[in-house]
C-alpha cells in the first residue's frame, strides 16, 4: 500500500515536523508514505479569499496521482473509530486499492475542485484542529490502523 498526504502549507516549528517524521518512520515497513507540501497562497497577494483557494486547490490536484483513491479530510467527513478506519483501508486494498492519497486543505478550506476530486471524506470530529497537527493525528492514525489490521501490539 502507498500513502501520500498532500498538505497546505510547511510545518514551520520542529517539533510538528519531528512528530511527523517519527510517524513517517514508523510507517516504513507497512508501505511507502510520503508527503507533498502545497503552498499556501496568501489571499491579499491572490485577490481574495476565493482565487487563493482555487490556487491551492489546483496545485493540490495537480500532486494527486489520477490512479489515487482520494479522501479529503473535512470537518464534515466522515468520523470512524480507530478500528473503523484501519478497517476501510483493509478494504480498499482488497477491492484492489493500491494508492491512497489524504489531503490537508489550507486554513480557508479547499476549493469545489478538490472535493469533485475527493472520492470520500474522513473527519476526526466537530473540533477544529490546526493543520499541522491534523497531519500529525493522521500520520498517528495511519500507523496505528497498520497495527490493528496486522493484530500487532499498539492499539488500546
Known amino acids: 500500500m502507498k500513502f501520500t498526504i498532500v498538505a497546505v502549507g510547511k510545518l514551520k516549528e520542529r517539533f510538528w515536523a519531528d512528530a511527523c517524521a517519527e510517524y513517517l518512520k514508523r510507517m516504513q515497513p507497512y508501505g511507502k508514505t510520503a ?30 496521482l489520477a490512479s489515487s483513491h482520494v479522501i479529503l479530510l473535512a470537518i464534515d467527513g466522515k468520523e470512524r473509530s480507530s478500528v473503523s478506519f484501519s478497517q476501510r483501508l483493509d478494504a480498499l486494498a ?6 491512497i492519497a489524504f489531503v490537508i486543505g489550507g486554513s480557508d478550506g479547499v476549493s469545489a475542485a478538490v472535493r469533485e476530486r475527493a472520492n470520500e471524506t474522513l473527519s476526526f470530529g466537530p473540533i477544529t484542529l490546526p493543520h499541522n497537527l491534523a497531519r500529525v493525528v493522521l500520520l498517528e ?9 496486522r493484530g500487532e501490539p499498539y492499539h488500546k
Not at 35 to 40: M, R
Not at 94 to 99: C, E, P, V
Open 141 to 149: 492514525q495511519l500507523y496505528r490502523a497498520q497495527k490493528i489490521s
Open 35 to 64: 508527503v507533498k507540501e502545497i503552498a499556501d497562497i496568501d489571499p491579499a497577494r491572490a485577490g481574495g479569499i476565493d482565487a487563493a483557494r482555487d490556487r491551492e486547490g489546483a496545485a493540490i490536484v495537480a500532486a494527486l
Open 94 to 99: 482488497l477491492g484492489g486499492t493500491s494508492d
